[in-house]
Each structure stands twice: as C-alpha cells, then as structure tokens.
C-alpha cells in the first residue's frame, strides 16, 4: 500500500525546535518530488518545501533559513528540521509526495505542532 | 512569488454544474491542479495536468484553463461533494508552489 506516515510533532516554545518524520511506504521517497504543506487551525493550505529526486530543495520564504528538509533514502524517510519557531508556525504539518513539483497525489494523515508564545 | 485567488465560498443545488476558478498570473505559463479536503481530513488530488484525473476520482470532475484563470467543474454535484476545494501551481520562478485560499463548497 502506497502511504505516508508522520509523525514528530507536539507542543514547543517560542524559539524552540522541532523535526518532523514522514515515513513512505509503497515507493522510494528518492524518486518523486517530496513535499511538507502546513494547513494552520481554519486556515488555508501553505506550502512550506520540496526535496527534489536529484537533492536540490527550495523552502517557502516565510520558513527560509529557519526550516530544513531532508531524506534518508535507507530510511525511505522525509525530515523537517524545524529551527527558531514562532507561534505563526503553528499548523498541521502534512508530507506530500507527487510526480510532478506541483501535483500532489499522495498525502500523510498530518501532525500538529503547537508553538507557544 | 505569485499569488491564486479563489472565491472563498460556492453553493450549488445537489445535481446541478459547479464551476470554482482560480486566478494568477503563473496560470499563464503552468497547470493548476486542484484538492478536495473534506472536514478534518488530508487534501486529495482531484485535477492535475491540462485535464487529468487521478485513479479513482469520479469523472463528474474536470479541469479546464483559459488565460490566468483555472477552472475546476463538477457536473452534477453530489452531498459527498461538499468539501473545500484548493488550487495550485508553481510560481514565477517555477521552483516554488503556491495554493489558492480555497474555495468552501456548499451542495444544497
């Protein structure tokens, strides 16, 4: 079964970090373009990152030079190094995976982190 | 970056045509594709590509572009249709995504 897992998230303070996990089942997260997109509490969906099949990421600048993303291919494992969090930052975090940077066919169930200020 | 602009509520009478658009100027060189969240649940891929639908998504969903404008049409809307529903694409620089603000989708 093609699925994604995540999981990593949870309360913190203002300042702290977080690092999120994404585990993929069903196909390599090294083949597709791997995606996180935050859906603040009765807010729209925001992209946050993407990890290209080659390695080159590109981040949001609302999270940029704060937020890191990541894979371990042995792991077959998506990661979000959350650094300096505000209590914007605050959402539920979903992984995503598509063939293309721009059509997300599959997503994660999604884990809330809560930034208190 | 750019931005899409969606209508943020639709109604539509239960088997009737609805037609949610999304506007911006990175329509103008990319796809949109289009997701359905439903309360408390993942989005799901409905549209992508010029007109394409993932396996499983009734063909009562369709997806057209003309200009900077996105449409997603649903033909014959049914109760289980009622859903948010959210554009995207890429931006300018074609190395970023951007959504819409979403489109709350009430079937009367």
């Keep these: 079964e093609v699925q994604l897992v995540e999981s990593g998230g949870g309360l913190v303070q203002r300042g702290g970090s977080l690092r999120l996990s994404c585990a993929a089942s069903g196909f390599t997260v090294s083949s597709k373009y791997m995606s996180w997109v935050r859906q603040a509490p009765g807010k729209g969906l925001e992209w946050v990152s993407v990890i290209y099949s080659g390695g080159v990421t590109y981040y949001a600048d609302s999270v940029k030079g704060r937020f890191t993303i990541s894979r371990d291919n042995s792991k077959n494992t998506l990661y979000l190094q959350m650094n300096s969090l505000r209590a914007e930052d605050t959402a539920v975090y979903y992984c995503s995976s598509g063939w293309s940077l721009d059509a997300f066919d599959i997503w994660g169930q999604g884990t809330m982190v809560t930034v208190s200020s | ?108």
Excluded: M
């Design chain 2, 1 to 108: 970056s750019s931005e899409l602009t969606q209508d943020p509520a639709v109604s539509v009478a239960l088997g009737q045509t609805v037609r949610i658009t999304c506007q911006g100027d990175s329509l103008r060189s990319y796809y949109a594709s289009w997701y359905q969240q439903k309360s408390g649940q993942a989005p799901v891929l409905v549209i992508y590509g010029k007109n394409n639908r993932p396996s499983g998504i009734p063909d009562r969903f369709s997806g057209s572009s003309s200009g900077n404008t996105a449409s997603l049409t649903i033909t014959g809307a049914q109760a289980e249709d009622e859903a948010d529903y959210y554009c995207n694409s890429r931006d300018s620089s074609g190395n970023h995504v951007v959504f819409g603000g979403g489109t709350k989708l009430t079937v009367l």
